[in-house]
C-alpha cells in the first residue's frame, strides 16, 4: 500500500482529491491501495489550520516531506494550478519521488509540454493526467456503443459543459483561459470515442461581471475534425445552471447521455435509440473520481504501462493551443496574457 502527499490544497487538492481519498480510506475496500498513516500536504501560502482539522499532516517543503516518506511508496497528488507545474516537478523529481498524479491539464500551452515529457522520460517519472471522464462509467457505455455499431457509425459529437465560476475566477488566477477548465475532460472523451482530431473552429468570450471583465473566461466553443465524424465542444463559465451533456449522432439513431453534475448525486443518464425504434434509457452509479484514484493506485502500484494516458494528455493540450492560437489570430482576447503575468487580469469599466 502506497502513503500519499498532496500538493496543493484548494479546490482540487483538498475539494476534490483528499475528499475522494477520504471516502475510499474510510470505506476499507481497497486496504491494499491506500496506507492508513496521515497524508502529508504541502500548501505554503495556506494556513496550516484546515489540513489539521482534515486530519492531514501539513510539511513546509518537498525536502521536509522526503524525510517522511519512502518515494518508492509514495503516490504524489499535484494539485497546484497548471501554469505551475514544471518546477515542482522538478523539485519532485530529485528529491527522489517518480509517481505523480497531475491535475488535468498536464499544462496549458505546447513548450511546457515538451519540458514536462522531455523532464519524465529522463527522470523516469511516471505520470498520470486526472481524467475522470475516461474512467467514467457513462464513457465506457458510450464507447462501447461506438464499437458495437448497434446505432451506425459515429458521424458527430456535441458536448455542453456549463456552470457558473464567477467567484473562483475572480480569487484565482490558475487558468488562463476557460479552454483550461472544463474542455479537457470533455476533448479526452472526443479523442477516445473519434480517433485523432484537427481544430476547425475556436471561439472564446471574456467573463463580464458588471463592470468587471475578466479576459478569456466565459463561453469557449471548439470545433474538431476526426476521421470519419466531427465533434463541437462548449463550456460556458458564466452559465446560471450546471450542465454535462454529451449528444453522439449516429447513421441509424442517437444517443443523449449525462454525466453526473456534482459530488453529492454520483449517477449518470444515458438514452440511446435506432432510428425509428423505442428509446432506452439508464440511470446508473457512476463516481468517476473515486473510479479513477482506485485505478490510477492500482496502475502505479503494478507498474502498468501510463504512457498512452501521457500521450493523451499531452495532445489534449496541444489541440487546445491550436485554439488559443486560432483565437489570438482573430483578434481575441489574448490567451496566454494571464499566464505571462503570473495572475489573472481583470478591467474594471470607466
Known amino acids: 500500500m502506497d502513503r500519499t502527499l498532496i500538493i496543493g490544497l484548494g479546490r482540487a487538492g483538498l475539494g476534490l482529491h483528499w475528499a475522494v481519498l477520504r471516502k475510499l480510506r474510510t470505506a476499507g475496500r481497497h486496504t491494499d491501495l491506500f496506507d492508513t498513516a496521515p497524508v502529508l500536504t504541502l500548501d505554503p501560502p495556506a494556513p496550516e489550520a484546515?489540513?489539521?482539522?482534515?486530519?492531514?499532516?501539513?510539511?513546509?517543503?518537498?525536502?521536509?516531506?522526503?524525510?517522511?516518506?519512502?518515494?518508492?511508496?509514495?503516490?504524489?497528488?499535484?494539485?497546484?494550478?497548471?501554469?505551475?507545474?514544471?518546477?515542482?516537478?522538478?523539485?519532485?523529481?530529485?528529491?527522489?519521488f517518480r509517481r505523480i498524479i497531475v491535475e488535468k491539464p498536464l499544462a496549458v500551452d505546447r513548450q511546457s509540454v515538451r519540458e514536462i515529457l522531455a523532464l519524465a522520460r529522463r527522470e523516469r517519472l511516471r505520470l498520470a493526467i486526472v481524467a475522470p471522464w475516461l474512467a467514467s462509467a457513462l464513457t465506457a457505455r458510450l464507447e462501447r456503443l461506438v464499437q458495437e455499431g448497434a446505432l451506425g457509425e459515429l458521424r458527430s459529437i456535441d458536448i455542453r459543459q456549463s456552470k457558473p465560476r464567477m467567484s473562483r475566477t475572480l480569487t484565482n488566477g490558475g487558468h488562463p483561459t476557460a479552454f483550461d477548465v472544463e474542455p479537457p475532460h470533455s476533448l479526452g472523451v472526443c479523442l477516445r470515442l473519434a480517433g485523432e482530431a484537427s481544430l476547425a473552429a475556436a471561439e472564446l468570450t471574456d467573463m463580464r461581471i458588471g463592470d468587471t471583465t475578466i479576459p478569456g473566461m466565459g463561453r469557449a466553443e471548439l470545433v474538431f475534425r476526426h476521421?470519419?465524424?466531427?465533434?463541437?465542444?462548449?463550456?460556458?463559465?458564466?452559465?446560471?445552471?450546471?450542465?454535462?451533456?454529451?449528444?453522439l449522432e449516429f447513421t441509424d439513431?442517437?444517443?443523449?447521455?449525462?454525466?453526473?453534475?456534482?459530488?453529492?448525486?454520483?449517477?449518470?443518464?444515458?438514452?440511446?435509440?435506432?432510428?425509428?425504434?423505442?428509446?432506452?434509457?439508464?440511470?446508473?452509479?457512476?463516481?468517476?473520481?473515486?473510479?479513477?484514484?482506485?485505478?490510477?493506485?492500482?496502475?502505479?502500484r503494478d507498474g502498468t504501462d501510463l504512457e498512452p494516458q501521457l500521450r493523451l494528455g499531452a495532445r489534449v493540450v496541444e489541440l487546445l493551443a491550436d485554439a488559443k492560437d486560432a483565437t489570438r489570430r482573430l483578434g481575441a482576447t489574448d490567451a496566454h496574457s494571464p499566464a505571462g503575468s503570473g495572475g489573472r487580469q481583470v478591467s474594471h469599466a470607466g
Open 50 to 96: 484546515p489540513a489539521r482539522a482534515e486530519g492531514l499532516r501539513p510539511v513546509a517543503s518537498v525536502a521536509e516531506a522526503r524525510t517522511l516518506l519512502d518515494p518508492e511508496h509514495t503516490v504524489v497528488h499535484l494539485c497546484t494550478p497548471p501554469i505551475a507545474r514544471l518546477g515542482l516537478l522538478r523539485e519532485l523529481a530529485a528529491a527522489g
Open 227 to 247: 476521421k470519419e465524424a466531427t465533434s463541437r465542444i462548449v463550456s460556458d463559465l458564466t452559465a446560471p445552471v450546471r450542465e454535462r451533456r454529451v449528444q
Open 253 to 300: 439513431g442517437r444517443a443523449v447521455a449525462h454525466y453526473p453534475n456534482g459530488e453529492d448525486d454520483h449517477y449518470a443518464q444515458l438514452r440511446f435509440s435506432r432510428t425509428g425504434r423505442p428509446e432506452t434509457w439508464e440511470v446508473f452509479p457512476d463516481d468517476a473520481l473515486s473510479a479513477y484514484f482506485v485505478d490510477t493506485y492500482r496502475a502505479l
